[in-house]
Every structure is written in C-alpha cells, then in structure tokens.
C-alpha cells in the first residue's frame, strides 16, 4: 500500500521560498504520476502542479508558473515542489497526490484520478 508524507512547509516571508518534499513508501514511486494540490480555508482544493511517472511532462497552474517548479527523485522515492516569489495568496495546506495513469507520460491537475493522497503540510506567506 503506497503511504505518502508531505515535509517542508511552514511560515515564510512574501517573496521567500520553500521546498516542499512528498516521500512515498510501501511501494516504488517509478509508475506514479505525483501531483500537487491546495486548499485555503473556506476554498475548494486546486492543481497546483503535477508531474509524469518518468519525469518528462510536468503542468502547472496558471497562478504558479514561472514561480513554482516540480520534479522528482525516483531513486529517493521523493518528488519535490520548489516555491519561490511566495504570495500571500499561496497560504494554503498542500497535498501530494499519486495514481497510476493510462498514458505514463501524462499527469492531471485535477483531483479525480489520485488514488493516494498525503496528510498535508502547511504553508503560511505572511509578513
């Protein structure tokens, strides 16, 4: 049974980075795609990213890109959200998300197909 465990998050400054990590166990993470989700207080969760099972096709939200960046350590069984520029706006709990896809070079940023999701961290971007 895949477990995940999200790390990383915490209070940062507007304009301030963090590196979100989502460590898998109880199975390879080699035929996952990962994604990333968010949900503030009193908004529905949204993608923020996602990444292929190989690594070689990411997406991201309209409101991250050029921002956030996602890739992964099959090796380490980790994938990784790197954010910089942080918003107010990005305060969030984010998840990560895995499912095993029909076609491996894709990966959704909508919650639907995600079979396994983490407990979330929290991301707080206040001054």
């Known amino acids: 049974q895949l477990q995940l465990v999200e790390s990383g998050g915490g209070l940062v400054q507007p304009g301030g980075s963090l590196r979100l990590s989502c460590a898998a166990s109880g199975t390879t993470l080699d035929y996952y795609a990962i994604g990333w989700f968010r949900q503030a207080p009193g908004k529905e969760r949204e993608g923020v990213s996602c990444i292929s099972s190989s690594g070689g096709s990411t997406d991201y939200a309209d409101s991250v890109k050029g921002r956030f960046t996602i890739s992964r350590d099959n090796a380490k069984n980790t994938v990784y959200l790197q954010m910089n520029s942080l918003k107010p706006e990005d305060t969030a709990v984010y998840y990560c998300?895995?499912?095993?896809?029909?076609?491996?070079?894709?990966?959704?940023?909508?919650?639907?197909?995600?079979?396994?999701w983490g407990q979330g961290t929290q991301v707080t971007v206040s001054s």
């Open positions: 998300a895995a499912d095993i896809p029909p076609d491996p070079g894709s990966c959704a940023l909508v919650a639907e197909p995600y079979d396994y």
